[in-house]
């Protein structure tokens, strides 16, 4: 596999401490273009973190972060977002008091002048068109009138997504898209994931359900104590005893054992 | 329906009605004491709806536009004082001169002021503000506390207040044009994007600095141009009452009251509170009594009525009108709806799932 050696993104010996606790402890971490991959790991093992970091969220006190063999270490979150890295949270970050249809139009790129921005109404038809086809897609072209606000807290998810994919990213970060979301959803939007993915687009998925993951990804990475310790097929992730002992903690398991 | 959500046509006969009612209003009354008061109202009219498209817009509340009042209200003073200038209405020449005056004030404070938290912001606007009307008082060129005396107008006194109320009219058409321009506008929905979502507006390629510079210096301009006329207007200017402490809250309540960060709602909020003021303190005896009841007004739209009279109003008659659940749309008095053909997108032929995703 040439991805192994040439990845799409990549993050070396990333640092970033608060206070005592270091967050990202030189962790590394390889994604593949084109593919799905999963970040699991611990509550506070530093998966959010590791996607502050590669999204200009956060500084890093020591490493970098490389995007197509370039490195964006440093850059701001609109730098990030310009070259085609399109992120959602893991509390969704909507804009509650406008429309559905007017998030749409956040993250539309349109090179003109500011007096032109300013006259012009928002949304030409292209992105009229487009940002109706992406609302179909993610089932909230009936909600298009509504306040953000009023949503519930899945179709939040899907619309920090859905406005994401107006800019065409190509490397879509998602921190949690199941966390809070209803059974039929989740399965609905494994599909979206799965469908975008054969149109060529890369995710990095940071997830606790881990049938979602382990049944969606090409590969996952597993997070301790903010380093990545172990990158494998899902079935290897799936059986292997550190994955468990990242969980459970190592006393724990060993008291599992122990027992029977 | 019809009521709730007026189709183009009727809000294109409301507007034309409201523009009769503005260029007619003089011809009907020419009782001087309600063309002044008219003149004030048409003069806050237009303030607050500049103020409202950048305050009401990004949520940064600006306590320090009495600079830009004040600002323009010494630039024609002191250009038509210093060229000797007698009246009349070449001196309404110097209003568009003020604008621009105020417009390039308003760029470095705003480059400082806009880098801080929303919080900060009103904080530095105030001290912004009070370093003004210092430097009015005390700078040689503004002739401190004794004021500016401008030449007389020397229009007809049968109908005296008339090209002020005209020359604000003007601003105000102007400065409603643009700020309808604004809402529906690319530019309108970042600012809207700012003020529910700053952080995450930045992270989606808004550029959330000059967007918020480029609103608050758009702000300034009208403020400055009516700080003109009024200075035209009055004729004799002092620091305290150009750079006037109460100016911002004033604007303010008159935006919340109406409806903050709607197009009509600021409108709507100075004509009647304006009018009330000036009606108050004509006929009260004790002169800042108005004060008190305008206080307490503000408390009670804050408490009663937090999204202002305009919107509250359309939600009740929403409410009455579409029972349960169908009231979605107008939840959002503030969203930026006008200029985006939202009904016309869910009618749309399906398009194929993600075709071009
Ligand atoms: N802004 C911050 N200030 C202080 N500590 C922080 C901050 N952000 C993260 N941390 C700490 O860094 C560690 C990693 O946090 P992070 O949010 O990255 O974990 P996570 O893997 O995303 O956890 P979860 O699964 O609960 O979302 C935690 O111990 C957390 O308390
Ligand atoms: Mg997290």
Not at chain 1, 172 to 183: F, K, R
Not at chain 1, 212 to 240: A, I, W, Y
Not at chain 2, 334 to 341: E, H, K, Q, R, V
Request: contains cysteine.
């Amino acid at each position: 596999m040439t991805a192994e050696t040439d990845a799409f993104l990549e993050v070396k010996n990333a640092t970033r401490s608060y206070g005592g606790v270091k967050a990202l402890d030189n962790c590394s971490i390889k994604i593949s273009e084109g593919k799905i991959t999963g970040l699991i790991g611990p509550n506070g093992s530093g998966k959010t973190t590791l996607f502050n970091a590669i999204t200009g969220y956060e500084s890093i006190e020591g490493g970098d972060v490389y995007f197509r063999g370039q490195s964006i270490t440093g850059k701001t979150p609109e730098q990030i977002f310009a070259l085609g890295i399109g992120r959602t949270f893991q509390l969704t970050k909507i804009f509650a008091r406008m429309t559905v249809m007017e998030n749409m139009f956040i993250a539309t790129q349109r090179k003109e002048g500011w007096l032109r921005s300013v006259i012009r109404p928002a949304g030409s038809s292209e992105e009229l068109d487009r940002a109706v086809e992406i609302l179909k897609f993610v089932g909230l072209l009936k909600l298009a009138e509504s306040p953000a606000g009023s949503l519930s807290y899945g179709q939040r998810k899907l619309l920090e997504l859905a406005y994401i994919l107006i800019a065409d990213p190509t490397l879509l970060l998602l921190d949690e898209p199941a966390g809070g979301v209803n059974l039929s959803l989740i399965k609905e939007l494994g599909d979206h994931i799965r469908y975008l993915n054969s149109l060529g687009k890369t995710f990095l998925i940071v997830e606790h359900n881990m049938d979602f993951v382990l049944t969606l990804c090409h590969e996952v990475n597993v997070m301790s104590s903010g380093s990545v310790f172990m990158t494998g097929k899902p079935e290897q992730v799936r059986s292997d005893p550190r994955v468990l002992d990242a969980y459970l903690g190592i006393d724990d398991f060993e008291e599992e054992i122990v027992v029977p | 329906m019809s009521l709730v959500n007026p189709t183009k046509s009727t809000k294109r006969i409301g507007l034309l009605l409201a523009v009769i009612v503005l260029v007619a209003f003089p011809l009907i009354f020419n009782n001087p004491t309600v063309t002044t008061i008219a003149t004030y109202c048409v003069m806050y009219m237009a303030i607050a709806t500049a103020w409202n498209s950048f305050s009401g817009f990004t949520g940064y509340v600006s306590l320090g536009h009495a600079i830009f009042f004040g600002t323009g209200a010494y630039t024609l003073s002191l250009i038509s004082t210093g060229l000797n200038m007698s009246g009349g209405f070449p001196v309404f020449a110097l209003v568009p001169v003020a604008g621009i005056a105020a417009g390039a004030l308003a760029i470095p404070i705003g480059f400082v002021a806009l880098r801080t938290k929303r919080h900060t912001f009103v904080v530095i606007t105030i001290a912004a503000f009070f370093i003004f009307q210092l430097l009015a008082e005390n700078l040689g060129f503004t002739k401190g506390s004794e004021g500016v005396t401008l030449a007389p107008g020397g229009f007809a006194a049968s109908d005296y207040n008339n090209p002020f109320y005209y020359a604000s009219a003007v601003i105000l058409i102007l400065t409603v044009f643009l700020v309808w321009h604004i809402k529906r506008s690319r530019f309108g929905l970042q600012l809207f994007a700012i003020r529910d979502e700053e952080s995450r507006a930045r992270s989606l390629g808004v550029k959330v600095d000059r967007v918020k510079l480029v609103s608050f210096v758009l702000s300034a301009i009208p403020v400055g141009m009516i700080g003109a006329i009024w200075a035209y207007f009055i004729g004799q200017i002092y620091p305290q009452f150009a750079f006037a402490a109460s100016f911002d809250v004033t604007v303010a309540l008159m935006c919340f009251f109406g409806g903050l960060g709607t197009l009509a709602g600021p409108v709507f909020g100075a004509l009647v509170l304006e009018a009330l003021q000036r009606y108050l303190v004509l006929s009260l005896t004790i002169q800042n009594l108005y004060l008190i009841i305008y206080g307490l007004l503000f408390l009670a739209v804050i408490v009663l009525l937090p999204e202002g009279v305009l919107p509250s109003i359309k939600k009740q008659i929403s409410k009455r009108l579409l029972p349960t659940g169908a009231d979605v749309s107008f939840n959002s008095p503030d969203s930026a709806t006008s200029g985006i053909p939202q009904a016309s997108a869910a009618n749309k032929e399906p398009v194929k799932e993600g075709k071009a995703l």
